[in-house]
């Protein structure tokens, strides 16, 4: 498709157990952003990736949160031991090289809810 | 780091105009503005850079204040579908990501 592609949609998970979000970025974009947006809030920065170089993580909440994007394109959030505070859309962007060119282009998210 | 946006919301009339703010506590080298509509993904509108350059394809125009940190988004004769929320974004520290504010809320109705 032509834009950031993000699976799955809706995602409802026990207490404890962990779940793995993916994003399919536009194709040819370098820079791929995970976000986390909480309701009537603005989203919230969580990891960037340069190709497959995880350079920025400053954002994940602690360590049971993990991304990667082992191939440069692909990329999976991963969160273990889920918590009912982890519950939130989280929104993948890409771009074809940082910030500098402008725009990032976000997709339609994953919204995950924990029991 | 998070940017500061005023006002929380605003509501308006077809072709009222409004203003929205967004302020910085530290030095900015460019804005970013989005807008979102309720249940759908953040839409780019505009980038606005320190030297005044501004890359964006909507019909809203933008200032920057650099020496006070501060940028605000025209939206004059609004129309219906300026409805949704707007957020405006700063680079963090390390000039990876953005950092988005809270948001305003822009409702217009006919």
């Known amino acids: 498709g032509a834009g950031v592609s993000q699976s799955p949609r809706y995602k409802v998970t026990k207490r404890g157990q962990d779940v793995a979000l993916r994003c399919d970025p536009i194709?040819?974009?370098?820079?791929l952003y995970w976000y986390r947006q909480a309701l009537g809030q603005g989203p919230e920065f969580l990891t960037y990736?340069?190709?497959?170089?995880?350079?920025?993580k400053s954002g994940l909440p602690n360590d049971r949160f993990s991304a990667e994007r082992p191939e440069g394109s692909i990329s999976t959030l991963t969160i273990q031991r889920t918590e009912q505070r982890d519950s939130a859309m989280y929104r993948c962007?890409?771009?074809?090289?940082?910030?500098?060119?402008?725009?990032?282009?976000f997709g339609e998210g994953s919204r995950l809810t924990v029991l | 780091q998070q940017p500061v946006q005023s006002p929380q919301a605003v509501i308006l009339r077809e072709g009222e105009d409004a203003v929205i703010n967004c302020s910085s506590s530290?030095?900015?080298?460019?804005v970013h503005w989005y807008r979102q509509k309720h249940g759908e993904a953040p839409v780019f509108l505009m980038i606005?850079?320190?030297?005044?350059e501004q890359k964006g394809h909507e019909k809203i125009s933008a200032s920057f204040n650099e020496k006070k940190q501060q940028s605000s988004l025209y939206l004059t004769a609004s129309q219906l579908s300026y409805s949704g929320t707007y957020f405006c974004?700063?680079?963090?520290?390390?000039?990876?990501?953005?950092?988005f504010g809270k948001g305003t809320t822009l409702s217009v109705s006919s």
């Open positions: 962007a890409s771009s074809l090289a940082g910030l500098n060119t402008g725009e990032l282009f």
């Open positions: 194709s040819g974009h370098v820079s």
């Open positions: 990736f340069n190709y497959e170089a995880q350079q920025d």
């Open positions: 530290k030095a900015l080298y460019s």
């Open positions: 606005l850079l320190k030297g005044g």
């Open positions: 974004g700063t680079e963090n520290q390390a000039g990876t990501a953005l950092i």
